[in-house]
Antibody, heavy 122, light 107 residues
């Protein structure tokens, strides 16, 4: 079955760290750009970061740059998000997504996990 | 940064209605635009990419159009399962951005 399964969310204090994981199965993980997208409670979607197929290119939204690091393990089909210096405004459901729909040299997110909730609070 | 403005933010309609949602970009993004549908408590689902290409498995009542700065998502005949929130997203340049969403509710 083609799927993405996130884990690693939970409650963390401001200033703390958390590492999210995303296990991919059912497709050739190493062929896909991968992204993290988050959604604060009751709010819209926010793209957080993405990484290319071999991990040589990484991009971040400004609000997490220098605090979050995206990485991948193609041998074991995992995507990661290391989150440091967490703030209350990082509280959200974090989705892992694979970009498998291609048009005009752009890769669109066509496979999503169910998300993992990160709560930053004292 | 390129901003996306969706309108309306809220839409009330009936089963069988034809509805159109608009997404305007603050600068030209060619056709590097996608539309997603999100049901409450679920992950987003890709509907349209490249502004007008229908994702595999998505019903043909959904269509997308536009290029440059103005884009539309049209649902030709609303079905009960279409009542959800819809987001546009651009991939023209970093940072990738989503619109703020359009919540479609049953009248």
């Amino acid at each position: 079955e083609v799927q993405l399964v996130e884990s690693g969310g939970g409650l963390v204090q401001p200033g703390g760290s958390l590492r999210l994981s995303c296990a991919a199965s059912g497709f050739t993980f190493s062929s896909y750009w991968m992204s993290w997208v988050r959604q604060a409670p009751g709010k819209g979607l926010e793209w957080v970061a993405n990484i290319n197929q071999d991990g040589s290119e990484k991009n971040y939204v400004v609000s997490v740059k220098g605090r979050f690091t995206i990485s991948r393990d193609n041998a074991n089909n995992f995507l990661f998000l290391q989150m440091n210096s967490l703030r209350a405004e990082d509280t959200a459901v974090y989705y892992c997504a694979a970009a498998g729909a291609v048009a005009g040299r752009r890769w669109y997110l066509d496979l999503w996990g169910r998300g993992t909730l990160v709560t930053v609070s004292s | 940064d390129i901003q996306l403005t969706q309108s309306p933010s809220f839409l009330s309609a009936s089963v069988g209605d034809r509805v159109t949602i608009t997404c305007r970009a603050s600068q030209g993004i060619s056709n590097f635009l996608a539309w997603y549908q999100q049901q409450p408590g679920e992950a987003p689902k890709l509907l349209i990419y490249g502004a007008s290409t229908l994702q595999s498995g998505v019903p043909s009542r959904f269509s997308g159009s536009g290029s440059g700065t103005e884009f539309t998502l049209t649902i030709s005949s609303l079905q009960p399962e279409d009542f959800a929130t819809y987001y546009c997203q651009h991939l023209n340049s970093y940072p990738i951005m989503f619109g703020r969403g359009t919540r479609l509710e049953i009248k």
